[in-house]
């Protein structure tokens, strides 16, 4: 491995054992590219050269491997990525009135990322709160049984803590 | 945090030790956790599938294959080393059980798919979670990790000479790595693309080697198997539908939630009883009772007990116990429409007739729900629907045509209602302008 790493130590030392845990080492593809991304905010140019390296197979692998999936993104999000499910449970007790709300809330359309780079939103697909519809997503965070108000407060918490310089 | 929700006629099995602190090793120990897989080792691996076999255990995913016959397949002799696969990809809309095993139970999925290797002796274990469930990543690696310590995993399991490791890893936002080959694929580190079968995961699977397959609450279930014993689980359901199953009740019903009951319990019970019945006094129009791939019942179709069998003979399935409720105010077209749009989103695109079926479905039933539709749209919609079925590597195409057949042909009125430039008489929720591309 290059001497010279995009990632904080900890994450490369994360790489490195990553890597010699399954059979084939190409396994550790799809949960680097999450780990790099959470640690970066987007899979660059840079990520993709240094993280194909590590597994030694091609960028154009690789970049196949993230068009696939849809958590995995090469442009930055906001800090504060928030993703509304829309699907049938979410649908039948209100997730479209809440991905409209956000979006009003917000000034921003789906997939839109606010000016200041604090929130960007998505419509997502079912995220497995089917019983705690409607929900939605920040982050890595669950929200559920939404409301207008509901979310409102979820988002003026993240605002807040993002003011006070508290991390995620 | 995710909560099971309760009902007098709940049986705790799977979720016998949820809220009881049972993610800290020592407290699963203390609720008898990892005595079965002692159990187990005393069995043998013929043991252990005859004991499966007992528990009428039916895969929990959605296919409801019998889970000890599907261990039975995995030959005895391979050049390859064998392994044992976790699926806690859950993403059919309407299911959210195995988040809360993963939550609350690490440990029983751990001590499951510990059995499961011993079954086939193999020597190493996955458990995929999916992206969105990062949280229980964690919780998952925590207790994987003080599972090795105790020496429950790793080299000598259970002072028994037999070594098992087990990783656990996310995946990264795509519904159709739950279907199994194409877990393999994306475990490999490539696109989640299904497999062409035969050959069986059971023969060829992840790196090509023997592999068993199994739903997160299939696993997590296996020790309280042998918990229990598997005759006295299977007598807790009905005839070849062993034991109970996390049913999650959502969509416009009073008290959503997931709730233990045993198979066959009575459908329309589940609904006005467990779940407390339709909100405001609404009358049921449908259920969908195992998930968005499993065709619609009418409101006069649930009187049913939720088996496998029972459900299919009703012309759906059981699935992956995913219950959506919905009220008469619904529009079918519009639901319809949303699970098209699902489907076509999820379609990896390898065959043709499941990528390009998918998105005209859902150009169709947009146009349809817009009002720009003409009658043989309707026609066109089903027949569309019906060349998918059976015409593809994995079952998408399947999940996406079925519940489009059964909503045109029992809500055939609905979508008639919607022609002739009238579009949508219910009230409209919110559809995003589709972007054609």
Known sequence: MSSTTLFSPALAARFDKLVTLYPVKRSALVPMLLYAQDEVGYLSDAVIVEIADRIGITELDVRNVISYYSLLRIKPAGKYHVQVCTNISCMLRGGNEILDHCKKKLGVANKGVTPDGLFSLEEVECIGACSWAPAAQVNYDFHENLTAEAIDKVLDDYRTKSKSGVAK | ?437
């Open chain 2, 1 to 437: 945090m995710a909560t099971l929700a309760t009902h007098p006629d709940c049986v705790p099995v799977v979720s016998y030790r949820f809220g009881k602190g049972a993610t800290d090793i020592g407290r699963y120990i203390e609720l008898g956790g990892y005595d079965s897989v002692p159990k187990a080792l005393a069995l043998g691996p013929e043991g252990i599938i005859n004991e499966m076999k007992a528990s009428n255990l039916r895969g929990r995913g959605g296919a409801g294959f019998p889970t000890g016959l599907k261990w039975s397949f995995v030959p005895k002799q391979s050049a390859k080393p064998k392994y044992v696969l976790v699926n806690g990809d859950e993403s059919e809309p309407g299911t959210c059980k195995d988040r809360l095993i993963f939550e609350q139970d690490p440990h029983s999925v751990i001590e499951g798919t510990i059995i499961a290797g011993l079954s086939v002796q193999a020597k190493m274990g996955f458990i995929y979670l999916r992206g969105e469930y990062r949280y229980l990543l964690q919780i998952m690696e925590r207790a994987v990790a003080q599972a090795y310590t105790k020496g429950f995993l790793g080299k000598n399991i259970f002072g028994s000479g037999l070594d098992f490791d087990i990783v656990t890893q996310t995946g990264a936002g795509a519904y159709e790595v739950g279907e199994e080959s194409a877990l393999m694929e994306s475990l490999e580190g490539k696109r989640g693309i299904p497999r062409i079968r035969p050959p069986f995961p059971a023969v060829v699977g992840l790196y090509g080697g023997p592999t068993i397959i199994n739903n997160a609450e299939t696993i997590a279930t296996v020790p309280h198997i042998f918990r229990m014993g598997g005759a006295e689980y299977a007598k807790l359901g009905t005839e070849r539908n062993g034991g109970t199953r996390l049913f999650c009740l959502s969509g416009h019903i009073e008290r959503p939630g997931v709730y233990e009951l045993p198979m066959g319990y009575n459908l329309k019970k589940m609904i006005y009883e467990v779940g407390g019945g339709i909100p405001n006094g609404k009358k049921l129009k449908a259920v969908v009772p195992g998930g968005a791939s499993t065709p619609a019942l009418t409101a006069d179709e649930i009187d049913i007990g939720m088996d496998f069998d029972q459900v299919g003979k009703a012309g759906s399935m059981l699935g992956s116990g995913g219950v959506v409720v919905l009220d008469e105010t619904t529009c079918m077209v519009e639901f319809a429409l949303r699970t098209m749009k699902f489907y076509a989103h999820e379609s990896c695109g390898w065959c043709i007739p499941c990528r390009e079926g998918t998105d005209w479905l859902k150009k169709s039933l947009t146009r349809l729900h817009e009002g720009g539709a003409v009658d043989k749209d309707i026609d066109n919609i089903r027949y569309l629907a019906e060349n998918m079925l059976g015409r593809t590597f994995c079952p998408l195409g399947d999940a996406a045509a079925m519940p489009t057949i059964a909503f045109v042909k029992k809500f055939r009125k609905e979508f008639e209602d919607h022609l002739d430039g009238k579009g949508c008489p219910y009230r409209h929720t919110h559809q995003e302008e589709l972007v054609v591309v």
